[in-house]
């Protein structure tokens, strides 16, 4: 009996970390009459915020996760700011400076998600080079997120947030003016436009799990090719065909 309980919570634990994924066809139409700067991702953060405070007052920081799907599924067709960062080597950079799509991870040194995904992102990031842009932004700040990874070679641009992040809070990592508020890891899918095309939350991880009755093994291959295949899908939707 504790056999199979340890199974259910590990399949319900694996499942739990499984990207959850919105495309641009799943975002209803924004009517002519809304106004035009609500397509822009900091606003609907503050707006995202500012609802949560109304409703829940300072129990929102426990009530955050209850709107999240839907949150992400409204930013979809969302305009990115031209935000400015400072990467953890010091480098001043603003995203309409590389013109051209972009594939934004949000992630934090913690997350075995996050981790395991490294690999994949190195490779696609190589594959693309000078046709797409990679970030990765960090819930730590620049000690953390230096540390976490300078045993990658990694040559993407990493960059940290601005301050100590309570990870309880609705606000998940901050550098310059973005904020994120989603669950880790996030990839947000820019075209050249930074409009965003598609979000994934979540990732995988090595384990073994079972599954009516069968051991199945997810093995550090199987979460590199997991990660390849959900991170192609999504710059299939940013990349010019």
Not at 35 to 51: E, G, P, Q, R
């Amino acid at each position: 009996m504790k056999r199979q309980i340890s199974s259910f919570l590990l399949g319900l634990t694996l499942l739990l970390l499984m990207p959850v994924n919105f495309l641009a066809n799943d975002e209803p139409k924004i009517t002519e009459s809304e106004n035009s700067t609500n397509k822009f991702y900091s606003v609907k953060i503050d707006s995202f915020l500012t609802a949560l405070q109304k409703n829940y007052g300072k129990a929102m920081k426990d009530s955050t996760w209850k709107h999240l799907n839907s949150f992400e599924k409204e930013l979809i067709n969302v305009q990115f700011d031209d935000f400015k960062f400072v990467t953890v080597s010091g480098e001043s950079l603003t995203l309409s400076s590389f013109n051209k799509p972009l594939v934004i991870v949000v992630g934090a040194s913690w997350c075995g998600p996050c981790k395991a995904a490294i690999p994949a992102l190195e490779n696609l990031a190589a594959t693309h080079s000078g046709k797409l842009q990679f970030l990765y932004i960090m819930h730590d700040s620049q000690p953390k997120s230096l540390e976490f990874f300078s045993k990658t070679n990694s040559t993407i641009p990493v960059i940290p947030s601005d301050r100590k992040i309570d990870p309880m809070q609705p606000v998940k990592a901050e550098a310059g003016k973005f904020r994120h508020v989603l669950q880790f890891p996030a990839t947000y899918y820019l075209n050249a436009n930074r409009v965003i095309r598609r979000v994934t939350t979540g990732g995988f991880i090595p384990s073994n799990y079972t599954r009516d009755g069968k051991t199945i093994n997810f093995t550090k291959e199987d979460v590199y090719d997991a990660n390849i295949k959900s991170y192609t899908k999504g710059i299939k939707l940013i990349l010019p065909n």
